[in-house]
């Protein structure tokens, strides 16, 4: 979900396990996984080098930046080319251990000079997109550069001179346009390739916070385009069954995966006025024991639970004793299938609790469908 070759080769002079001067974000040890670069960090390593050479006619390699919130990045160059009046360098962007899709990609910058008073201006080049739709940090039309990377590429070209930057500054990643398949960019309304991330210029591998950070982008296009309906899902069997089931557009689909919490506090201060939970038995059957975020380690299924709410709605004491002892929420529903008991709503109803607390006070009017594994729907409320 990040916009997604190690050390001094092919990115990264320094380690990435440790970036150059660079503190843990967010309290996040380093541990035993290599971090990597944003395509950020690339770009703005990339675009300083040529601009060096265009103000010099030698490329720096390898090429240092600062980081935005603190110490140094070095960076060694994949490919230049200098010409009269324009000027390119390539970095290959290491992720470090992150399964970033934009890990081994080329991210080039081309830096063109302008006339006096024109100022920085960003171009999307081969393989990076353009905003297309409004409520993402950009307005439609810009291409999809995003604002912390821009300012990376100001600070680091602010190095190389002391003059007024007027420049073009075209960033291109060769491939990025297939790529960007792999990418939520379509579905925010991204054309033509990637977007150019990164907050802190370092991924973090298997970090959580790139896909919750997707999740709120998801629910700003949705509001800034008047949709009034959208659907948050567990994985793709929920969002193709809930899409089915309510007609939703695509920009309506929130895929969610694990941090239905991080998508309802956003939502609970970016209301929508309808949302609709979608997920599987086993999902559902923790969000309704209370958890708000549904990995599995961060809690499992509680079958105790699911035994009391299949008593809730009649079913008998030797089922709830069947079910405390299955071996997964699957077989627990299909226990309680077989003897007639709507396990399903009563899991959906326990979810919509659980959601509708997370959400308390915020004008939304919520839902949850309950979806097997076969995109059948076995549970609803709300």
């Not at 090429?63 to 324009?86: N, W, Y």
């Not at 500054?169 to 977007?195: D, F, H, M, Q, Y």
């Not at 959580?208 to 949709?227: E, K």
């Not at 979810?351 to 729907?377: C, E, H, M, Y």
Request: charged fraction near 20%; proline fraction near 6%; aromatic fraction near 4%.
């Amino acid at each position: 979900m990040t916009d997604a070759v190690s050390g001094g080769i092919d990115g990264a002079v320094s380690d990435n396990q440790h970036p150059v001067g660079a503190p843990d974000q967010d309290g996040i040890p380093a541990g035993p996984l290599r971090r990597g670069w944003t395509t950020g960090s690339c770009a703005a390593a990339a675009a300083k080098a040529a601009y060096a050479a265009l103000l010099t006619g030698e490329f720096p390699d390898p090429v240092e930046i600062p980081l935005p919130r603190g110490g140094r990045a070095g960076f060694s160059l994949a490919e230049t080319r200098l010409e009269d009046d324009r000027a390119s360098a390539g970095i290959v962007k290491d992720a470090g251990d992150d399964p970033d899709v934009t890990h081994g990609a080329l991210v080039i910058a081309t830096i063109r000079a302008l006339p006096a008073g024109s100022g920085l201006r960003f171009k999307a080049g081969a393989g990076v997109g353009t905003v297309t739709r409004p409520g993402l940090a950009l307005p439609p039309g810009e291409p999809a550069i995003n604002p912390v990377p821009r300012a990376m590429i100001s600070a680091a070209l602010a190095e190389v001179s002391d003059g007024a930057l007027d420049l073009e500054v075209e960033i291109a990643i060769p491939g990025g346009e297939k790529l960007a398949e792999r990418t939520l960019n379509g579905r925010l309304g991204i054309i033509g390739g990637l977007s150019v991330l990164g907050t802190t210029g370092i991924v973090i591998p298997f970090s959580c916070s790139a896909w919750i950070h997707s999740i709120h982008r998801g629910i700003d296009v949705a509001r800034a385009t008047g949709l009034a309906h959208v659907a948050g899902s567990t994985g793709s069997t929920s969002e193709a069954a809930v899409k089915a089931l309510y007609e939703l557009p695509d920009p309506a689909l929130l895929e969610m995966g694990d941090f239905v919490g991080g998508m309802l506090k956003y939502l609970k201060a970016h209301p929508v006025d309808r949302v609709t939970i979608a997920g599987g038995i086993g999902k559902m059957a923790k969000l309704g024991q209370g958890l708000l975020d549904l990995h599995s380690k961060r809690g499992s299924v509680d079958l105790d639970h699911l035994a009391q709410l299949a008593v809730n709605v009649g079913g008998s004491t030797a089922l709830a004793d069947r079910i405390k002892t299955a071996n997964v929420a699957a077989e627990a529903f299909t226990l309680a299938t077989g003897e007639g008991v709507d396990l399903g709503k009563a899991i959906a109803e326990a979810a919509l609790t659980t959601a509708a607390k997370a959400v308390a006070g915020a004008p939304i009017q919520l839902d949850v469908v309950v979806f097997d594994r076969q995109g059948r729907l076995v549970g609803r409320a709300g």
